[in-house]
């Protein structure tokens, strides 16, 4: 799997951690930013992962803001994006198998390194089980 991962500097100190977790899953990672603990903006990285990951199909994205709220709201404007803010494995895992999410959200101020590294590992290995949540997932576009 191919992940495009981005956060804004209330994500930066995780960013490195999460970049390790997905290659110990064998995952593919592209870092989209921020680079500093500099103050930024999280809907420009929001965005960034989101049109990365519309561009290259089949990949996903992380991405990381102070609550996760704001990032997640701005890649969700995106067309064919379904970011899921997760707090835990359970949310993680249900993201993937009844939503189809192609990016998952989290605050760093919300969650520790072990919870971040369930959610990514449920995240990873999780697949969409079709079937009566495909007409679901299917009617989320407006
Ligand atoms: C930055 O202080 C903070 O507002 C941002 O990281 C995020 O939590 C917004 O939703």
């Given at each position: 799997m191919k992940f495009y991962i981005g956060t804004d500097h209330a994500g930066f100190e995780i960013k490195k951690d999460i970049e390790n977790?997905?290659?110990?899953?064998?995952?593919?990672?592209v870092d989209l930013g921020t680079y500093s603990k500099e103050s930024v903006d999280y809907p420009d990285f929001g965005h960034k992962v989101a049109r990365a990951v519309l561009k290259d199909e089949g990949s996903f994205g992380v991405v990381v803001c102070g609550t996760g709220i704001g990032i997640s709201i701005s890649a969700n404007k995106h067309k064919g994006?379904?970011?899921?803010?997760?707090?835990d494995a359970y949310s993680a895992k249900m993201a993937r198998a009844h939503n189809d999410a192609n990016i998952l959200a989290f605050g760093q101020?919300?969650?520790?390194?072990g919870v971040i590294e369930s959610m990514i590992e449920a995240f990873v290995t999780t697949s969409f089980e079709g079937g009566r949540h495909l007409k679901r997932v299917e009617k989320?576009?407006?």
């Open positions: 977790i997905l290659k110990r899953l064998n995952c593919e990672v994006i379904r970011a899921a803010l997760c707090h101020r919300m969650v520790g390194l989320i576009e407006v």
